[in-house]
T-cell receptor, first 112, second 109 residues
């Protein structure tokens, strides 16, 4: 089955620790995205990558980092500099028009 | 940042009724206006999308109406069913996809 996988589904970390969220796609899409979802705030773009070895900051990139070494993988690191990291994180990819994005099932990160 | 304002925040509809969700945007320099549907604990999925040169697009029970002069677009769900209960996001496609804040729809039998 083609699609996007995110792991793990739930992640718990202590404050001050960096944590990396996994995102893999087998859709052969060039573009990949990371969004953060908080109640009442919709989806906000963290980082995006339109091609391997290149990525751009989205609207809320502070405290996050990414890499794009392979076409199918776009991991997100939530660093200790992110002041409010507890959220639902969604990875997406697109192969053509930007409006047509395919989302993974998400990772719910809780930092205490 | 060009935002998309979405209303209402939540909506309760009886089975068989019409659900209407509205969105407003700030300028017309966008290519497509998509709607996404998200079930609890899942990622959003594209439901339907419309170009700004089209006034209406229908796919089954789902219809997008686009009012370019008012800079508004809306999603109508006809004959709403309990299985339609989800959160719906409008969005606009520019250099990035910008989402509205979402509408939680509950359809009761």
């Amino acid at each position: 089955d083609g699609g996007i996988t995110q792991s793990p589904k739930y992640l718990f970390r202590k404050e001050g620790q960096n944590v990396t969220l996994s995102c893999e796609q087998n859709l052969n899409h060039d573009a990949m995205y990371w969004y953060r979802q908080d109640p009442g705030q919709g989806l906000r773009l963290i980082y995006y990558s339109q091609i391997v070895n290149d990525f751009q900051k989205g609207d809320i990139a502070e405290g996050y980092s990414v890499s794009r070494e392979k076409k199918e993988s776009f991991p997100l690191t939530v660093t200790s500099a992110q002041k409010n990291p507890t959220a639902f994180y969604l990875c997406a990819s697109s192969g053509g028009r930007r409006y047509e994005q395919y989302f993974g099932p998400g990772t719910r990160l809780t930092v205490t | 940042q060009q935002q998309v304002k979405q209303s209402p925040q939540s909506l309760i509809v009886q089975k068989g009724g019409i659900s209407i969700i509205n969105c407003a945007y700030e300028n017309t320099a966008f290519d497509y206006f998509p709607w996404y549907q998200q079930f609890p604990g899942k990622g959003p999925a594209l439901l339907i999308a419309i170009r700004p040169d089209v006034s209406e697009k229908k796919e089954g029970r789902f219809t997008i109406s686009f009012n370019k002069s008012a800079k508004q677009f809306s999603l109508h769900i006809m004959d709403s069913q309990p299985g339609d209960s989800a959160t719906y996001f409008c969005a606009r496609e520019g250099d990035k996809l910008i989402f509205g804040t979402g509408t939680r729809l509950q359809v009761f039998p």
